[in-house]
Structure formats: structure tokens, C-alpha cells
């Protein structure tokens, strides 16, 4: 059960992600950082698939993927096409390994102790998911704001 809320939430959140990315008008702001905003769109959008492309699909999934964390937030100027293809393989990959995951393997600890107590794989995606939230939050605002 808890599987399929977390599907479902992924999914949804992920697609918001792309229709935030695609609504900018002007391209060049997803890019922009102004004041006190440190974070592009451009560059959450990057970090919200590495990151989840990581823990989901590499650590959970067994895929090839490799995070380059530091890229997530360095890269610049990326074409939103390649950003908005990055979620869709991102979209791709949740439903794939969560439609895998049997309810045992959310009931196991996940093997990487991110908060320093044992925490179960489906206690990890609930913070993933809050995590999305949080970003794509910022994405939003962020439109809005500067891509007036």
C-alpha cells in the first residue's frame, strides 16, 4: 500500500517538476540566481534527479546510475529539453523500481544510513518525497518571481 502512495506521489510531483520547468517563458531564467535565491531552477531540477536517481534507482533499484553530486548544482545553462528528458528518465525509473519492490524490501532497513539511526526503505522515500516537495516548492516560486 504505502508503495503505491509513493508511486502515485512521485509521479505526480515529477511531472509538476516538468510543467514548471516548461512554463518558464523566457529559458534563460530557469538559470537565474538572484540575492538571497542561491539556487537556480535549472540546477534543483539537476539535483532532484540525481538525487532520486541515486537512492531510488541505484540504491534501491541496482541500476548503473552515478551521481555527480557536485554537478547537480555547478552545471549551468543546460537546454531545458535535456532538463525536462532528465525527468522523464527520472519518472522512468521510480515506476520501475517501485512497481518491483515488494513490500518486504519496504519493511527492510535501507542499507545506507542517511540519518544515522536505522530507518526502513520506506521511511527513506517518504523523506524523498518530502524532499521533492521542498524543491519543487522552490521551483515554483522561483518561476513566478523571476519569470515575470
Partial sequence: ?????LKRLFLRDLSKLKTEIAAY????????TEKNIANSAGN?????????????????????????????FSLKNVPRAELLEKV???I?????????????????EFPNPVFQVPTTAGQFMVHLAVHLDYHLGQVNY???LLDA
Fill in 25 to 32: 517563458q523566457n529559458e534563460e531564467v530557469i538559470w537565474y
Fill in 92 to 108: 522512468e525509473i521510480v515506476g520501475s523500481v517501485l512497481d518491483k519492490m515488494t513490500d518486504e524490501e519496504m519493511a527492510a
Fill in 44 to 72: 534543483l531540477c539537476l539535483h532532484l534527479a540525481g538525487n532520486i536517481n541515486h537512492f531510488i534507482g541505484a540504491e534501491m533499484g541496482n541500476t548503473s546510475y552515478v551521481r555527480q553530486r557536485d554537478l547537480e
Fill in 88 to 90: 522523464d528518465a527520472t
Fill in 142 to 144: 522561483h518561476r513566478r
Fill in 1 to 5: 500500500m504505502l508503495k503505491d502512495i
